[in-house]
């Protein structure tokens, strides 16, 4: 782990930076934090499995065998799939909901050239067709998924962090806050003193 102040290095698991003081209390909960999803998510997904096969074995026809992996299994299937499944699931369906609207245009259009110039107006179907695939690609690529970077954001924005003017600050450039209760504490605060006599070295 690295102080997100001075990047310094700390294998100890300190409470403290030992070079600039700062608390590294939440970026250690923040590292530690996206584990505990994913084992919820790993042990909900176990329980979910579980009870269909239950249901499962416990059809006695095939007739509701087969109502159960046409209707349940698909919606069960929606549910369980991660993130970045559902995000493919996106990119591919808004590529071939734009591949079908440039075909259809481009059909319409050729068709409009040779046959019947009211077959331009058809073409407008593929356009439309064409702009809602490309909606669908765009809402996959940038809307499924945060990025990395808001990823790493949102991990360590802690209650303290919301002073960017105290976070990045040295300990001698500390700026006070207003109440007695500090958000963002150092270990150096206390104990560092401003010399009077800058004496030559």
Known sequence: MFCPSCGLKDNNS????????????SVTTALEGPEK????AVSAREEIGRAL?????????SSDLSKFAKK??????????????????????GSIVSFVGVGIAIGFLLAGIFVE???FIAAAFGLVTLCV??????????????????KAEDL??????????????TTNELLMPPSARQEFSSVTEETTRHLKDKKPV
């Open 14 to 25: 300190n409470q403290y930076c030992r070079s600039c003081g700062t608390d590294l209390g």
């Open 37 to 40: 999803f994913t084992a919820s």
């Open 53 to 61: 096969a239950a249901k499962i074995q416990r059809t006695e026809s």
């Open 72 to 93: 349940i299994l698909p919606e069960v299937e929606k549910f369980l799939e991660t993130p970045e499944e559902r995000k493919m699931r996106r990119i591919r369906n």
């Open 117 to 119: 110039e009211e077959m």
């Open 133 to 150: 695939g490309v909606a669908l690609l765009v809402n996959g690529v940038h809307f499924s998924l945060p990025s990395e970077d808001s």
């Open 156 to 169: 360590l924005d802690a209650p303290g962090t919301k002073d960017p003017d105290r976070v990045a600050s």
